[in-house]
């Protein structure tokens, strides 16, 4: 039996929730909304790193984990870019700003910012929703820009209207020092006159060539991927085949959380759980996962 108060490894924070509130929201997609969340006095109620996640509630509705969007030099509270799938986030798509809510966290294992990322060269790949964690690390990039080399976005989605954060990505992100935008979209569409394919397909289009020059040291690149699971597995392999290794390529595996703190079972895959040992993963540490995941 567990011992609230005393919880395994210290972590007390995954067991007590803190009132928080909504003071923003923002819509992104027809079916995705950002909810900038403070606690109760308007602050952040803990510091966090880039892909780490946090566990939002409503009394009486439920409680879920979502990738917290923000990075942590924003000093005014948390994003939580949220895709209305089912009864709490449809819950939460109602809500007014000003609501009340619950707030735990931080979970997981975050993106190697400080060490395995430092003054690499960085290529963010996002599908959907996918893009959410990615900003997190992204915006940090861009907050602390000395300290990475280049960066290249490739995201994609359904359609223009299902591109999360778009005019964002077009009047801020492409205004970044040292930083090349690869929007696509899966079919063609009227008015668009970015790429068209899906994320994968667009990787060899975008860096085929690059990479295949012998002046290109690919050493200095590290690649993060967030998306659906198959445009995740598809990604990491046309990566390697243009000459990418596992341990130079970071995923996020988000799926099945619930608890956070590694107890409840329900993030188990294998040896591992999810919300402890993830949801950041080398590419190389998927290979310790069982087949059928």
């Known amino acids: 039996m567990i011992n609230p108060s005393n919880p395994p490894g210290g972590l007390t924070h995954g067991f007590i929730p803190k009132s928080a509130r909504i003071t923003h929201i923002r819509t992104e997609t027809p079916d995705v909304k950002t909810f900038r969340v403070t606690d109760a006095n308007g602050g952040k109620p803990f510091t966090h790193l880039p892909g780490q996640c946090a566990m939002l509630g409503v009394p009486g509705v439920g409680e879920a984990m979502f990738s917290i969007a923000s990075p942590p030099t924003d000093t005014?509270?948390?994003?939580?870019?949220?895709?209305?799938?089912?009864?709490?986030?449809?819950?939460?798509?109602?809500?007014?700003?000003?609501?009340?809510?619950?707030?735990?966290?931080?979970?997981?294992?975050?993106?190697?910012?400080?060490d395995a990322l430092k003054g690499k060269n960085l290529i963010f790949i996002a599908g959907g929703i996918g893009i959410a964690p990615l900003r997190s690390v992204i915006k940090y990039v861009f907050g602390n820009r000395a300290s990475y080399g280049t960066a290249d976005i490739i995201y994609g989605a359904r359609s223009a209207a299902d591109l999360v954060y778009l005019n964002e990505i077009q009047n801020e992100w492409a205004r970044e020092k040292n930083t090349r935008l690869?929007?696509?979209?899966?079919?063609?569409?009227?008015?668009?006159?970015?790429?068209?394919?899906?994320?994968?397909?667009?990787?060899?289009?975008?860096?085929g060539d690059i990479?295949?020059?012998?002046?290109?040291?690919?050493?200095?690149?590290?690649?993060?991927?967030c998306g659906p699971p198959v445009m995740i597995k598809y990604s990491i392999e046309a990566l390697l085949a243009l000459g990418f290794t596992k341990p130079q390529i970071y995923t996020t595996l988000e799926m099945k959380m619930k608890c956070g703190v590694g107890q409840c079972g329900r993030c188990n895959i294998g040896h591992k759980y999810v919300c402890t040992d993830g949801p950041v993963f080398r590419a190389d540490e998927?290979?310790?996962?069982?087949?059928?995941?």
């Open 76 to 114: 005014d509270g948390f994003d939580f870019s949220i895709k209305s799938v089912g009864k709490l986030t449809n819950h939460l798509h109602g809500l007014p700003p000003d609501s009340p809510l619950t707030i735990r966290g931080p979970f997981g294992k975050p993106f190697p910012v400080n």
């Open 211 to 225: 990479f295949q020059a012998k002046t290109t040291d690919k050493n200095n690149f590290v690649v993060l991927v």
């Open 182 to 207: 690869h929007l696509t979209i899966d079919r063609p569409e009227e008015g668009w006159n970015g790429h068209v394919g899906f994320v994968p397909a667009q990787i060899t289009v975008v860096f």
């Open 286 to 293: 998927l290979d310790e996962l069982p087949e059928e995941y």
